[in-house]
């Protein structure tokens, strides 16, 4: 079965950092990147950033350079999003989704985790 | 950054009517343009690609357009399960991004 398996919810300080991972099977994990999108409650998508399982490069949206790293591990078909500096904004539900495996194809995000909520409280 | 603007961002049809959605890209996208379903508690649901291309299994009452940087996505009879946000996003180039949403309410 083609999926996107995502680690359960995590509840975090300011300040933390919090590590999500994304775990593919059913397809050729080098084939396909991951995307990382979130969603705060009641808002709307906003896309974080891009990895390639196949050359290992990533693309990040401007706002989380130097606080995002994602990161792949191919044995085991997962990906990870590392996010630090945590704050109250960054609540939300963070979603994986497969799409290009190379900067210089384009594709659809066309399989998606099932979320991760992320609670920063102190 | 292609900024991508939907509208209306609330939309009220009654079950068998047809409902429109827009998009607009600030630049273009070379119809690399993709269409998601999103129902509360759901991760999205991929539905068109390419601006005009079904998904695999989604019903044909769901279609896609496009006239230079406009979408639209038409739902030709609306059905119960149909209610719910969907987004625009362009994936032509980085950062990706998305339209704020549009809200399909049942009237």
């Known amino acids: 079965q083609i999926q996107l398996v995502q680690s359960a919810a995590e509840v975090k300080k300011p300040g933390a950092s919090v590590k999500v991972s994304c775990k593919a099977s059913?397809?050729?994990?080098?084939?396909?990147?991951i995307s990382w999108v979130r969603q705060a409650r009641g808002e709307g998508l906003e896309w974080m950033g891009w990895?390639?399982?196949?050359?290992?490069?990533?693309e990040y949206a401007q706002k989380f350079q130097g606080r995002l790293t994602l990161t792949t591990e191919t044995p085991t078909s997962t990906v990870y999003l590392e996010l630090r500096t945590l704050g109250s904004d960054d609540t939300a539900v963070y979603y994986c989704?497969?799409?290009?495996?190379?900067?210089?194809?384009?594709?659809?995000?066309?399989?998606w985790g099932g979320g991760t909520l992320v609670t920063v409280s102190s | 950054e292609i900024e991508m603007t939907q509208s209306p961002a609330t939309l009220s049809v009654s079950p068998g009517e047809r409902a429109t959605l827009s998009c607009r890209a600030s630049?273009?996208?070379?119809?690399?343009l993709a269409w998601y379903q999103q129902k509360p508690g759901q991760a999205p649901r991929l539905l068109i690609y390419?601006?005009?291309t079904r998904a695999t299994g989604i019903p044909g009452r769901f279609s896609g357009s496009e006239s230079g940087t406009d979408f639209t996505l038409t739902i030709s009879s609306l059905q119960s399960e149909d209610f719910a946000v969907y987004y625009c996003?362009?994936?032509?180039?980085?950062?990706?991004?998305f339209g704020q949403g549009t809200k399909l309410e049942i009237k």
């Open positions: 990895i390639s399982p196949h050359s290992g490069d990533t």
């Open positions: 996003q362009q994936y032509d180039k980085w950062p990706r991004t």
């Open positions: 989704a497969r799409e290009t495996y190379s900067r210089a194809f384009t594709w659809y995000f066309d399989l």
């Open positions: 059913g397809y050729d994990f080098s084939t396909y990147g």
């Open positions: 630049q273009n996208v070379n119809l690399n």
């Open positions: 390419g601006a005009s």
